[in-house]
């Protein structure tokens, strides 16, 4: 499952456009901070798509009379498409957090130590849902699909939260088990 294939199809169905509109695009959406993109790899995995057939290319008039290649969806392509999306929708969906590794190493150290470290991460945590609502106050007048994302991620922080907090008191419950 290519969650890139995915976005490049799905942004060029929507309307043909170039490699760089392309990266702008996936700039302007955000889709870094929530999927795992990355603006570099557009170019280079436009060009993997049309090699495959999923992406054809024709030549344009660009900024200051400069040739440019625009890319559009192949039939091969929207078929791809829509099979990526039906796999999307029927895989597991897992949670995978980089900080795991950090709570699941916090009984090797003692309570204070560790409710530190689980402030910090709070502090993390609200920042990010800081930053995740100012993009949504930014970016309110885009399409649903775009501000659905949003509040989930609204949701995903409020969740996240309530649970370090949970766990922190858990934590301090049992913290004579800690060394």
């Known amino acids: 499952m290519s969650s890139i294939d995915l ?3 799905g942004m060029v169905l929507e309307k043909p456009q170039s490699a760089y509109e392309i990266q702008k695009d996936v700039e302007y959406h955000h ?3 929530w999927t795992k ?9 436009v060009l993997q798509l049309k090699e ?3 992406l054809r290319s024709d030549v344009a008039k660009g900024d200051r009379f400069a040739e440019k290649a625009v890319y559009s969806i192949t039939e091969a392509g929207k078929a791809y498409f829509m099979s990526l999306m039906e796999s999307m929708a029927e895989q597991p969906v ?4 980089d900080f795991n590794a950090m709570i699941a190493n916090l ?7 560790a409710q530190k470290l689980i402030g910090k991460l709070r502090q993390s945590i ?6 995740s609502q100012a993009y949504a106050g930014e970016y309110a007048g885009i399409p649903l699909t775009g501000r659905t994302v949003f509040d989930q991620q609204r949701r995903v922080y409020q969740a996240l939260l309530a649970w370090l907090d ?9 913290g004579a088990s800690l060394p």
């Open 126 to 131: 609200a920042a990010a849902a800081e930053q």
């Open 166 to 174: 949970a766990f922190s008191a858990q934590l301090a419950e049992e």
């Open 94 to 97: 897992t949670l995978a957090f």
């Open 31 to 33: 889709f870094p901070r």
């Open 107 to 113: 009984n090797k150290l003692d309570q204070a130590s």
């Open 52 to 54: 495959k057939g999923y």
């Open 37 to 45: 993109i990355s603006v570099p790899s557009v170019y280079k995995k």
């Open 7 to 9: 976005v490049i199809l």
